[in-house]
Structures are given as C-alpha cells and as structure tokens.
C-alpha cells in the first residue's frame, strides 16, 4: 500500500467516498444541462445567461467545479502513484497535477462568479 501525504482523503476508503460523491455530483450536473439545452430549443445568450445569472446555478455549478477538481486529484493520484515509481518524478507530476488542477478551479470561480 503506498501512503503518502499527497493524496486527499486520509484514506483508501476516503478518497473512494470522494470519488464516488463526486462522480454523482458531475452526472447530476451534467444530466441538468443536458436536459436544460435539449428543452431550450430557441436558445440563445438571454437565456443562457440568465440561467447563470441565478444563485442557485452559480452554487451547482461552483459545486460542480469542484467535484471536478476533487475526482480528477483522485484520479490521477491513483494513476501517478501506481505507474510513477520513482518518488522524485512521481512528485514532480502530482505537483504539476496540482498546480494545473488549482489553476483550473480559480479560472472557473472567476469566469463563474465574475462580473
């Protein structure tokens, strides 16, 4: 079993609990927006925007970002750690992961809540 400080949860059990809460919460999404652009057929700008111009989408989607960032760590947590042996460049990569995943988040909360 590789233990190691990188990983999220504190757990095995833990991060397969956040991968799988986090799967739900992004098929959850992606089902809502499917369903809103197959019932929209005259969709344009007005109506996009003003379905994210809510609050409550604001927060399923910023949830959704989220989950995101939470199931892609997980995931390549789990592909570094068993593929990538030597512990320097298994570093290295999950440090880049992180920094790639943590640039991601921010520029989806600034496009999501700015003006």
Known sequence: MVTNITNLGRSGLSDWLLQRVSAVVLALYTLFIVGFLLLSPGLDFAAWSGLFS???MRIFSL?????LAAHAWVGLWTVTTDYLK??????AAQLIIILAI???LVWGIIVLWGA
């Open 86 to 91: 030597p512990t320097g460049i298994r570093v």
């Open 63 to 67: 949830l959704a970002f989220i989950s």
């Open 54 to 56: 809510q609050t409550w």
């Open 102 to 104: 943590f640039v991601f």
